[in-house]
């Protein structure tokens, strides 16, 4: 699948693939998600399932782990709503940074969805004094630019992943609603930052393109998914346990049980493959 770049910045990075066989209309935007280190652009991403589904794909990076604010950021906005008129339909996806600049662009893209797993509302310390973790990057992130609260769309549909148990997370999720009240939102409990892990443990990540080509439906596949795989998903177990140590020790015990026979399952299956 070919790619062309239709915004070349300093700091943003936009790279289109047309819909194979010349279909038109519907665009799927999937953005970049926070990398430890990164100083440079990561390769644009392309997705089999989306181009089945007839839809063109604009991937957005960034240099930086700067949530997409920087002075490209208002050039882009531009950028992005001239390329949207091209289009009928346009779907966002992102992971934790990228969810969050999934529904900072959301207006300029005229977007019909957003599926955002793990996003931040704001990682301003004036807007989430309870989100400590991406201090460091949040130093130069302009509050007017990079605020959600402005941005608000009514009539925005979508998807929301996150772990309950992480606790900025659930509240960027309440956030999030108050914004974009008509976005769904998903419990991936113990799933960890993002939310995935057990999906992508269980061989399931696959359900979250799902979802961003239909919400509605693709949450429900989402969350049977994660039911089904947190049966064979030792993590899941240890967080579980780690949950319930304090006030619930019999639940812990009977979690950490079951990790251990997983684990155990996992080095009875690799000393089989060893011998073969």
């Not at 177990?237 to 049980?257: E, G, N, V």
Request: hydrophobic share 40%.
């Amino acid at each position: 699948m070919t790619l062309r770049t239709v915004f070349d910045g300093d700091h943003l990075r936009a790279s289109l693939a047309a819909a194979p066989d010349g279909a038109t209309g519907k665009l799927m935007v999937t953005f970049d998600f926070r990398q430890v280190g990164k100083t440079d652009f990561a390769p644009a991403n392309v997705s089999a399932s989306f181009a089945k589904a007839g839809f063109a794909q604009l991937s957005i990076k960034t240099r930086a782990n700067d949530w997409f604010i920087n002075p490209d950021t208002r050039t882009l906005d531009s950028a992005l709503a001239d390329l949207a008129t091209g289009f009928d339909e346009v779907r966002c996806l992102g992971y934790s940074m990228g969810g969050y600049g999934a529904f900072r662009f959301a207006g300029a893209l005229r977007a019909k969805s957003v599926v955002a797993v793990s996003p931040q509302v704001s990682i301003h310390p004036d807007e989430v004094p309870f989100d400590r973790r991406y201090r460091a990057e949040s130093r130069g992130f302009d509050l007017i630019e990079g605020s959600l609260s402005a941005r608000g769309i009514d009539d925005l549909t979508g998807l929301v992943l996150y772990d309950p148990f992480v606790r900025p997370d659930g509240i960027h999720a309440k956030r999030l609603a108050a914004l974009f009240p008509r976005l769904c939102f998903a419990r991936l409990g113990f799933g960890g930052h993002p939310a995935t892990r057990v999906l992508r443990a269980s061989g399931k990540a696959w359900t979250v393109q799902k979802a961003a080509l239909d919400p509605q439906s693709g949450r429900t596949t989402v969350l049977q998914a994660h039911r089904q795989g947190r049966r064979t998903t030792e993590p899941y177990w240890r967080k579980l346990a780690d949950y319930a140590m304090s006030d619930r020790p019999h639940l812990a015990q009977i979690a950490l049980a079951r990790a251990a026979g997983l684990k155990a399952d996992t080095a009875h299956h690799d000393v089989d493959r060893s011998k073969r």
